[in-house]
Antibody, heavy 114, light 107 residues
Framework: QVQLKESGPVLVQASETLSLTCTVS????????VIWVRQPPGKGLEWMGI???????DYNSALKSRLSINRDTSKSQVFLKMNSLQTDDTAIYYC????????WGQGVMVTVSS | DIQMTQSPSVLSASVGDRVTLNCKAS??????LNWYQQKLGEAPKLLIY???NLQTGIPSRFSGSGSGTDYTLTISSLQPEDVATYFC?????????FGSGTKLEIK
């Protein structure tokens, strides 16, 4: 069945770089894009960026200067890197499948410490 | 950017009630509107895609409608397990945007 799972550090220092991995199963990254979404504690959802099935990427303009998304199709993994972290980047980070966001990972809570 | 405004922000209703949640886009989104349900401590779950298409496995008491800038999620008979926050999401234009959510409670 379709599954996505985020992994990465739960605590990051301010000004450092966040690196997260989304490992997928049950579908191919060459058939579906993967979108990253984040949710600050108690708040709403923010679309961060997408890596399309052809490997192209699009980013939320508010994050574009700090964000990059890449993938390794042989490992069924998608990678998020975001630099210059601040405390307001504290959030649950989710990876989701495709333009419909029809399947979601469980999310990983990342705390940015000052 | 397209702004998505959901109303009400909190809705309290009784079991068995018909409830309607609203989502208004700042411009025409051509029915590219999804609804998600998020229960406390869980990831969001897709309920409805492209305005009125029920995702596989979602109970038929959920339905969606709308066009242009105005969209609605209806629960025909509210159940206790429907307590959650509901988000709308437009995927017509970049950047993709979510509404701020409606928190649904049981009276």
């Amino acid at each position: 069945q379709v599954q996505l799972k985020e992994s990465g550090p739960v605590l990051v220092q301010a000004s450092e770089t966040l690196s997260l991995t989304c490992t997928v199963s049950g579908f191919s990254l060459t058939n579906y894009g993967v979108i990253w979404v984040r949710q600050p504690p108690g708040k709403g959802l923010e679309w961060m960026g997408i890596i399309w099935r052809n490997g192209n990427t699009d980013y939320n303009s508010a994050l574009k200067s700090r964000l990059s998304i890449n993938r390794d199709t042989s490992k069924s993994q998608v990678f998020l890197k975001m630099n210059s972290l601040q405390t307001d980047d504290t959030a649950i980070y989710y990876c989701t499948r495709g333009a419909l966001l029809d399947y979601w990972g469980q999310g990983v809570m990342v705390t940015v410490s000052s | 950017d397209i702004q998505m405004t959901q109303s009400p922000s909190v809705l309290s209703a009784s079991v068995g009630d018909r409830v309607t949640l609203n989502c208004k886009a700042s411009q025409n989104i051509n029915k590219y509107l999804n609804w998600y349900q998020q229960k406390l401590g869980e990831a969001p779950k897709l309920l409805i895609y492209n305005t009125n298409n029920l995702q596989t496995g979602i109970p038929s008491r959920f339905s969606g409608s709308g066009s242009g800038t105005d969209y609605t999620l209806t629960i025909s008979s509210l159940q206790p397990e429907d307590v959650a926050t509901y988000f709308c999401f437009q995927h017509n234009s970049w950047p993709l945007t979510f509404g701020s959510g409606t928190k649904l409670e049981i009276k």
